[in-house]
């Protein structure tokens, strides 16, 4: 299973999307760990996982004001 952590980049099945973990869940319909995740188009999704989700290396072109902002929160509290 993949892992995240809180201030991972992600990308969502289908490339279409670039996300920030933010915070680490527990699906509670069945018990799954998962996360929430802050999306470069203003989006909060809730228990995103290794399914709907994997890892990103994110390009300078592909930071937007958005992911900035929240990055920054996550960093810098």
């Not at 680490?24 to 995740?37: D, H, M």
Request: net charge negative; aromatic share 10%; proline share 3%.
């Amino acid at each position: 299973m993949t892992t995240f952590e809180i201030g991972d980049i992600v990308v969502s099945d289908g490339a279409r999307f670039i996300g920030i973990v933010i915070e680490e869940t527990v699906n509670g319909s069945e018990a799954r760990q998962s996360w929430r995740v802050f999306w470069n188009d203003g989006d909060t999704t809730h228990y995103e996982d290794g399914e709907s989700m994997s890892h990103h290396q994110i390009k300078p072109e592909q930071w937007t004001n958005r992911l900035i902002k929240k990055y920054m929160d996550i960093i810098c509290p």
